[in-house]
């Protein structure tokens, strides 16, 4: 392999007109920010319609942990997002343009003017149902604007909002549901992807068989048969007809909740990240403006389902509190064609294109056809998120789709980040395929090895930031211990953040992927112990082991070593049962890719599973299997790499 690092693609020249920085700019700005942090802060926070301003800007400690910004202000983001606008003379402006799942199906422009009517609809229907602020809403929506409207309407009347993926299944839905003790749902009777219906209420159904919740609000979407529970569940179009489109937005502190958002960790069920209200504000707004560089009447498109972080802050609050138009589409790339996405960029002469290594790795392989048959002359940003980016896909990105001359901003990010931190701008940086590029203003990351030495200069180690930002999550829901435990202690002072990153002799970063026992699975977070924990949550399995291996296509893939209880056989039709239970408990995109049955673990003398040779055999790699003379039975290995499955 050449040594990726010297392999350079300079940013096109014409910065042009926008918020574009150039690479002085961006260092001066970047020194400053460090330097003179709240001064910094203060004047990014200027964009922002304060109901109070903020006079204390930074007030955080990692030791022990507790972190505030712009503490003493208040405001409305949702006002920020949506009435400023229309206040400012822009309510004709397009915020949000949905393309349906069906290409043929309608396609909706909403003005700003119009979503402060749907918002504030929706929040005089929540106020109505009884929902009052600091109360949690969990949204369960399919990617349609109501979906927005409802993350945004909260935000309005100062709810706080758990949005769960579609994806997920009723017994993901019921554990968050009863984590944050939500009382509220709202749901649509189905969702639709590549012409598959996705049961949305029947699913909410379900997960209230296990816990309880006050009301259900349904949005009609397909006009699928839904059951309806008397006194609970509640049509939208219903419970709307005569409520005001007039909604005051109430005053929040900025440290009061914006969202809660589950994400998985190494241990244990699903971490509620919570963010808070103006440091979320002033994070989300600052790096869209400078990351998307984006300029007035652009068509911004964001693939990422609400469902995730990167739903909310560049599909929802980072575009809206630009002013963007964003286009929320509900289909995917595949439907009805492998050329959706470029259909769809064609379409509506989409100008800023920001999507995750997975779809790109899975469209490259259909072949450039699907690309070059389209007219894609309105795009100049691409953007990756999600998982490292191989430098393949990149030069394919960039060749094909952005024809070589378009500037590619892959952005390093977490749920727990609120907004990205590593990325190159495209009018200050030169790009490396592969390489996220440069800390963002703020930013201060620092590698450090397995003892926590501090690595200078070109090193690679584990990523911890040593300095918050605006947008860092606070806690986590119901249990700060967790977030103290999770991110502060294994490096005392320090925010960790679980990946793996080499810095180059230039100073850029290079995301090597997960250090701990969290997989990337397309692009989706996912910790191998929640699979492990459904596995032998059947009454067939005894023990279960589970490891990501490489995958062409979804970066990484499920691998699942399971031994049986005694007396049970292993067989086809056992494996495709357990496939199929995972996908009860969690949801599709926990499906194992390979199941393995065995009929012990890899294990210490003092009964560790050691995963490092799970792992190994996972990626087909035995010659470096490395020291297995602690193994309490050394030929459960030999027995292993015989029964192998990814061959
Ligand atoms: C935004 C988001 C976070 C994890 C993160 C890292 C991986 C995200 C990346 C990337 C390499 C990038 N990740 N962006 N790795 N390059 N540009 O994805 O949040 O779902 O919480 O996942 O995703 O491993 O730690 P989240």
Redesign the pocket.
Known sequence: MSDATSEWVRKPSAAGEGTACTLEEYEAMYARSLDDSDGFWAEQAERIDWIEKPSNIADWSYDPVDIKWFADGKLNICHNAVDRHVEAGHGNRTALIFEPDDPDGATRHITYAELRREVSRMANTLLKMGVAKGDRVTIYMPMVPEGAYAMLACARIGAIHSVIFGGFSPDAIAGRVEDCKSDWIVTADEGLRGSKTIPLKANVDAALEKVPAKAVLVLRHTGGNVAMKDGRDHWYHELSADVPDECPCEPMGAEDPLFILY?SGSTGKPKGVLHTTGGYAVWTETTFRYVFDYREGEIYWCTADIG???GHSYIVYGPLLNGATALMFEGVPNYPDHDRFWAVCDKHKVNIFYTAPTAIRALMREGDAHVTKHDLSSIRLLG??????NPEAWRWYHDTVGKGSVPII???????TGGTMITTLPGAHDMKPGS?GKPFFGICPQLVDNDGGVLEGAASGNLCITRSWPGQARTVYGDHERFVQTYFSTYKGKYF???GCRRDEDGYYW?T??VDDVI?VS???MGTAEVESALVLHEKVSEAAVVGYPHDIKGQGIYCYVTLKVGEEPSDDLAAELRAWVRKEIGPIATPDHLHFTPALPKTRSGKIMRRILRKIAENDYGALGDTSTLADPSVVDALIEGRQNR
């Open positions: 994400t995730w972080v990167t990756s998120v999600g998982e490292p980016i892959d952005t390093w990010w977490q749920t727990e996220a953040t679980g990946d995301i992927g997960r990337n692009g989706h977070r």
